[in-house]
């Protein structure tokens, strides 16, 4: 059941209330919860109708985008952003790369017991922000608690639902031999900022994490070009496990040049101290894009014209052979493979 | 990022396999784990794109209802079901309850290192029966792992988008003075059956739980009758919460007949016990509904057709005052207000 409700006399709220189990019961701590904490930020028609799902009417009878993501990041907290943000930004991009522009978002939070409120009014005004700056509403929502222990503050899964731009069919399985790999800025810096709030770097940096909706970015991109053919988000993992799971996807070589890969000074100091590859390290705001070669000048332009695409660069290109590989030629001059990572380097980065 | 990707050189897998950090990583051992346990059962061709959201063609330019639920259930497994089904049968039933036909769902999990696979395979399987009941397609996943303490096992979030089935309105607003109030069977048979499998009762029954998808049930009503107002699954805080929530959006006053409420004789003895009222109790097999007089008869004749609603029985009717009421005539012929409760009587039940 939705549980974004109408209002039912709120009880007074004092300034260190904490979320008991009461908060996720169906009865009046949750409403009062609903109706103070969740529906004044994010307020829109659908949500506030308080049904148990929300109702719309989608612009176009375009083909629907949808996608999920769980959101454990901790801290919740982070320099550049926090789980709220991240929680929309996620979802606003898995949709978006799809080119498809994101209209509707779900949310449904799991709380701690002994969470405090005004961390979560916190959060949730930080995804209204993002949700704002994206052009998203978020339309229905959840909340359950669980007993102390039994999770870690608060989780937040939301879910998107765009819809295709006409004219443009974008997907990991349509890179071409020939075509051209696009970054939209500097790799790494989420996860290198997050890691340093948890106080696992050792020294400090002025790093912030890039989460960041590019829902928008990507509208420029498919404005200028029908031939965007693969565009993703490297977040877990990050690129070098984005792009060799395009490689697999559509049975082709891609080569990244290392010299092109643009990386913050912080991030290639705190990587070369840590023994990671930034290559690996998850983003929150840069998407990979996999597009025509003759297309690539226009749309890299376009792209430096956008907020978050000014650093914007050619890293690589596809080649037919060897397929499902992803190759890098380093400063050296020599190739080498860059493979997908077993196991965990970095665990709840988003 | 959808990680219910397309499949990458699977590591064998032994027969007692743990969730570890590195399922969660984006790198092979997520992939595996995808390959492996999440895609066979679930296959669909948006959700086998491996990409990062799911792309559909909706059957219509119809309004969209679309929800979302985060499941915290405890125990996982309970008589008559377990997290899995009830992940995919409480999300169906929230888009049928705006007189909508679910087609779409996602899904995302957070797991606790540790879980068993074995576990998890069991409650992706027990999705996929439901979810063929329920005719829907898991289009796009995502996994989390959270380490050891940091979660209940495992948590599963899921989002649902349908279409409105066209000539219904249907809403928690549109209760009128003169329409009567229906419920589709017996209530509270699933909080009582997860507090037997908590052990919590202290005594045996053979109560199951009735988790079910009830869009099919919805589908019927609406065929015969136009003047379905309201719909409502009423999950936490039991039918008493959700005809007091509808009691306040539609401004009415809801009077509820109380020797006409179908309630189960071991339901009915576990709540004397304990000092619960079914009315509180948690369904997540059942929907009240509020129809328009005329139309009741053939409404319940229909409901009573189906396998869902074989004990559809009219409960109750709507007046115009007091606003925003719930009251119930008893027994012996007095009324009393059944108000909405404080705070929590029996947390995760779903």
Redesign the interface.
Known sequence: ???L????CPLPRSHDEKI???H??????M?DLITKTFQPPLANPALN??????????P??A??????????VYPLFFPGGDIGRLAIC?TV???A??G?IPH?L?????LEEGLEVAILEKVVASMQTAAEEADVQV?????????R????RL?I?T????T?IEGHTV???RAQPGDVVIVSGTIGDHGIAVLEARGDLGFRTELRSDVAPLNHLVREMLAVSDQVHV???P????VA?AL??IA??SAVCVTLTEEAIPVRPSVAAACEILGFDPLYI?NEGKLVAIVDRQDAPKILEVMRQTRYGKEAAIIGEVQEAPVGRLLMKTALGTTRVVD??????L??I?
Request: aromatic residues 4%; proline residues 3%; negative net charge.
């Open positions: 059941m939705t549980n409700q109408s209002p039912v008991v189990l009461g996720g019961s169906g009865g009046k701590m409403t109708a308080g049904n148990d799902a929300g109702v719309v009417q989608p176009s009878q083909q629907l985008a949808i996608s999920t993501d769980a959101h454990v996620g991009n898995d949709v790369m799809m498809a509707y779900t949310a449904s939070f799991i339309i229905a929502g959840d909340t359950k608690v669980v007993e222990g039994k999770a870690d989780y899964s879910s998107g639902v765009g295709v997907g990991g399985e565009l993703r988000d977040t877990r993992g990050g496990s060799n799971e697999r996807q998850a997908v990572l077993a196991g965990e380097m665990p709840r988003c």
